[in-house]
C-alpha cells in the first residue's frame, strides 16, 4: 500500500477508538500551532463522532477551542437552520458545546437553496475572511494549521465532485460548484486551499467506504478527486475504522 513519506494510517476497531483516534490528531496538529489556531471542517455525516468526541472531556479541556478560528472546507447551497447543512451539524455538536464565540465562526453563506447557485460575491468573501484570519505561506495562500476532509464513494472530497469545473480551478481559493451526481450547487474549498495546510485529516468510517479506500491507498487512482489532495506537502492523517479499511490493511492479528 503506497502510503507517502508524509502520510499515517490509523485504523479504530470501535467507532468510540475511531473517534478517539482522530481526536488525537486534531489535539496533535492544535498544540503544535502558533495562535491564533485555524481550522476548517469537514461536512456530511461521518464527523458527526468526531465533533461531539471532540466536545467532551478529556478533549474538551485539552486545547483552548475558544480561541481557535472555524471555518467549513464546503457547505451545501441551503440555509444554516437546513438538516443537510455542515454548518449546522458541526455547531450543534462541537461548537455550541465548547461554547466558541460567535465571531470565531466563519460560515459558508450558502443561503440560496439547491437550485441556486451560490453567488460568486460569497465565495470570494469567504476567501477574504480566510486571507484576513489565516496566515499565509511563501507561496502567499492561507495555511491552515488543520483541515478535516472526509470521502465520498465516489471519491469526492469536500465538494470536489468528480466532473465538476472546481477540480480545474487553479487560482480562487473558494468557488460555487456544481455537483452532477448531487444535482446540487454547492460551496467549495479547492486544491490550492486545501494542499497549503499543516495538517489534514482525513476520516473515512463505514463498509460502504471500504472500496473507494482501496482505490485510494492501495490503487492510487488518479482519477478520483481525492487523490490530488494526497500530493500537499503537509502532514496527512488518515483515520479509518476496521470496516473503511477493510480492503486496505489486513485486520489485527487474533
Ligand atoms: C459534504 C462533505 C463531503 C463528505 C463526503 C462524505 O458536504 O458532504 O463535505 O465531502 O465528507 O460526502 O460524507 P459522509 O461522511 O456523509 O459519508
Do not use: C
Not at 34 to 42: E, T, V
Amino acid at each position: 500500500m503506497p502510503l507517502r513519506t508524509n502520510e499515517r494510517l490509523l485504523i479504530g476497531q470501535s467507532p468510540d477508538e475511531t473517534a478517539r483516534l482522530a481526536a488525537d490528531v486534531v489535539v496533535e496538529a492544535l498544540s503544535t500551532s502558533r495562535q491564533p489556531q485555524s481550522i476548517a471542517l469537514a461536512g456530511g455525516s461521518t464527523p458527526k463522532l468526531l465533533y461531539s468526541t471532540l466536545a467532551k472531556r478529556p478533549y474538551s479541556e485539552r486545547i483552548p477551542w475558544r480561541q481557535v478560528r472555524w471555518f467549513w472546507a464546503d457547505e451545501r447551497a441551503v440555509p444554516p437552520d437546513h438538516p443537510d447543512s455542515n454548518y449546522r451539524m458541526a455547531v450543534e455538536s462541537l461548537l455550541a458545546p465548547l461554547v466558541v464565540p460567535a465571531d470565531h465562526i466563519y460560515r459558508m453563506a450558502t443561503e440560496g437553496g439547491q437550485e441556486a447557485r451560490p453567488p460568486d460575491s460569497a465565495a470570494a468573501a469567504y476567501e477574504q475572511a480566510i486571507r484576513g484570519i489565516v496566515p499565509s505561506g511563501p507561496a502567499g495562500i492561507p495555511v491552515f494549521d488543520l483541515i478535516l476532509l472526509g470521502v465520498g464513494p465516489d471519491g469526492h472530497t469536500a465538494s470536489l465532485f468528480p466532473g465538476s469545473a472546481a477540480l480545474s480551478e487553479s487560482r480562487r481559493l473558494v468557488v460555487p460548484n456544481y455537483a452532477p451526481s448531487q444535482n446540487a450547487w454547492r460551496m467549495t474549498m479547492t486544491y490550492p486551499l486545501l494542499k497549503a495546510a499543516r495538517n489534514i485529516l482525513f476520516f473515512v468510517t463505514g463498509s460502504a467506504k471500504a472500496e473507494i479506500m482501496a482505490r485510494i491507498l492501495v490503487d492510487n487512482d488518479p482519477t478520483l478527486p481525492v487523490s490530488a489532495v494526497r500530493d500537499a506537502p503537509g502532514r496527512i492523517t488518515w483515520v479509518l475504522d476496521a470496516e473503511a479499511a477493510r480492503l486496505v490493511a489486513p485486520s489485527r492479528p487474533e
